[in-house]
Nanobody, 125 residues
Framework: QVQLVESGGGSVQAGGSLRLSCAAF????????MGWFRQAPGKEREGVAI???????SYADSVKGRFTISQDNAKNTLYLQMNSLKSEDTAMYYC???????????????????WGQGTQVTVSS
């Protein structure tokens, strides 16, 4: 059974930084696409950043240049470094995993089989 556990959320002022972590347990697939998604109240869940097994990354336009997704394969942990945070970044953040290489549809939440419980990020202006 695959389990994803996020941590690192919190409250920060605009311009500040946070680093989210997502520990993966029980994942035995060879290929994997992992992503960070977020959902603000009243809005649909949206993709923030995705990373493939080979380390290639992709970002939503709204976070390019501010957020960095990375992974530590030895620790089975996914990270999201968030800098220059804005109030519009306020949301519940989720990590997700799919046992296939990333492709164009990997920006859709429906493509992912495994989800963490979420961690809240609140940015005050």
């Amino acid at each position: 059974q695959v389990q994803l556990v996020e941590s690192g959320g919190g409250s920060v002022q605009a311009g500040g930084s946070l680093r989210l972590s997502c520990a993966a347990f029980g994942y035995t697939y060879t290929n994997i696409c992992m992503g960070w998604f977020r959902q603000a109240p009243g809005k649909e869940r949206e993709g923030v950043a995705i990373i493939d097994s080979d380390g290639s990354t992709s970002y939503a336009d709204s976070v390019k240049g501010r957020f960095t997704i990375s992974q530590d394969n030895a620790k089975n942990t996914l990270y999201l470094q968030m800098n220059s945070l804005k109030s519009e970044d306020t949301a519940m953040y989720y990590c997700a995993a799919d046992p296939y290489d990333c492709y164009a549809a990997s920006w859709g939440p429906e493509e992912y089989n495994y989800w963490g419980q979420g961690t809240q990020v609140t940015v005050s202006s």
